[in-house]
């Protein structure tokens, strides 16, 4: 070997090299070198095994189930003999992925002799995740390679030829997307690999991925993660203080970790003052935060920072809902956007861990998510756009409550409707029976955006919304909402100035304390409806006023009294052309006969009752008419012909899902088969009767156990 080069006369000349030399290492030629010589360093010793899961924080508690759902994934992938086990950890922020994977990990430890790896990918940091290169070449040194690509198919292509054959673990920690994790895959079937992320990264199911979604801790393991933190001898006198500061946190390891190191740097401070402290919304967030620390509202910035534009618009707008959960609907109207947007916005925010499904069509913030989101909703949003969001998603529950009304009560009186920001979609039902089944499932929906409206002073919204979830009042029978949802209408009618709204109110809402057995207040508002009326010279409020009275009269035991308020009710709707006003008053001069046991008498009230209403073409009313005149039947011996007029009045309550007259006509099928001597029939029918009420009316449900 030679090679020509010029000396510092600039005069040429060469260095030679013979013989069989070896070389290892770096080498320096001076001019001439001859004969055998042979020079050798030995070559670099290998790295140790790498052992690199994070430690355990000494305070890890409980997660058993969470450990053992783990197991079951590792022994499922063992047992089928499938390719490397690939499993993903995922949750929102500060719910503890990492720290679940390295106590698991350190379980399994056997299961990787030739090493364990971890790499943080960064997938939330202000400058953007980790480059799948910058993480090979930590992963290949760290097994020895001497020499790392630059290019990452090179670096990728060499990382699976090196662990071809190993049997190691590897953590890739805080993971953005499945592009990211696809390159760091280990070559050989004999390796783990468990991925933590923010996001559900479910684009590695193509990948033979299994996925577990991590859990906020319970109660029991609140606590016990917040006594580990601040010392059980000092706050042992406090534990419903602890309990509570545990609530508020949510469940969230993170949250819960900061509580007690706040609490443990003030060690004079009372649990109940840190309580104190966590209870309102507005500045929860600022109270989880301890300098120095990770906290909650970083985490959570670093999550919302990385949502696309459109998502995080979504996110602000369903951070002010006061609402336990959102479907596609509800999250449409917020944003004034179609549906099928509002669908891949909800995708993003649940692949992103900050929604979470609770049902096929709902879901829902964690409780911190939730303060984070408003957070970010003051922050970026002016109160104007705010305010605009509030009020679709009002109008929109109004609209729907609205269409629910018509569907299941066409022929009742519905008072007039106002819109602010109206916003159409499709209802999420197309009949009366799906109708009344939506204004079942979302009465606590509608309540708190009834709430809303009347906290922000849209007087008319709120009684509309009110006059709109009447069907599900009367047919269904909550009646402690009932009740609440009328006072709020009838103060909002009143500020509204609305005189008509305001004896709909008075009115429809003594029919719900007179059925809540309250009979005392119920007179108070059906007197206040009947001034009302006659000052309005009403004469259909009137007689609805006087029905109401002559109820309550017949429930407090006053028969003469009910009679003389119900006739009046039959004159004055009899005056005013109103049919259907003078059969429903039939029904209760009918029920007054029952009770006074003049059955024949009953009987005529309840068929001219029931013929009227089937003129009125009021199905509901009409079935309702029917049951009791099947009752009055059988009170008067023609036993087969009342059980058939009872049964079909039942078939009619149960396919429309009127559940509360679905108990009343079964208490009723119940009785009649006592009274013939069929004990086990009747307490059959009773037994199904109490099990209705239990849902609608514990008031009735007490009544039937002493029967």
Known sequence: MSAAREDDQGRASSNTIGGSARFYGPTVQARDVHGGIQVRTAPPQPPPTPRQLLPVPAHFTDRRDELEALDRLLTRHTDAGSRQPLIVVNGPAGIGKTTLVSRWLRRHESAAPDGQLHADLRGHAAAGPADPGEILGRFLRALGAWAVPVDLAEQASLWRSVTADLRIAVVLDNAFSAAQIRPLLPGGP????????????????????????????????????????????????????????????????????????????????????????????????????????????????????????????MYRALGLLPLPDFDVRTAAAACAEPLDWAERRLDELVEANMLEEVGPDALRFHDLVRLHARDRAALADTEADRERTLRRVADWHLLTATEAQRLITPIQFTLPRTYAQPFPLPPPFTDDRGALGWLHERRGHLMAILRLAAEHGWHATAWQLVDAMWPLFLRLRHYDLWIEAHRIGLEAARSDGHREAERQMLNSGAIGLSAARRPDEAVEWYTAALYAARDGEDPRDEGQALLGLGNCHFEAGRFAEAVSRLNRAVATWEECGYPRGVALARITLGEVALAEHDPERAVTCFARARQGLVEAADPHDTARALAFLGRARARTGDHPLGIAHMTEALAVFTASGAVHWQARTLEMLGDTARERGEDTAGEEFHARALALYETTSPADARRLRRT
């Open 190 to 313: 004999g390796s783990l690999v468990v991925v933590t992320s923010r996001h559900r990264l479910t684009g590695l199911r193509l990948d033979g991925a299994e996925f577990h979604r991590l859990r906020a801790l319970g109660p029991a393991a609140g606590v016990e993660l917040f006594l580990r933190g601040v010392g059980e001898r000092r706050v042992c006198g406090e534990l419903p203080a602890v309990r509570q500061v545990v609530d508020l946190c949510a469940g969230l390891p993170l949250a819960v970790c900061l509580a007690s190191a706040r609490l443990a740097a003030r060690p004079r401070q009372p649990v109940a003052a840190l309580a104190d402290a966590l209870t309102p919304d507005v500045g929860r967030l600022a109270a989880l935060e301890v300098e120095g620390e990770a906290t909650v509202r970083k985490a959570l910035d670093a999550s919302y920072a990385v949502l696309g534009a459109e998502a995080a618009r």
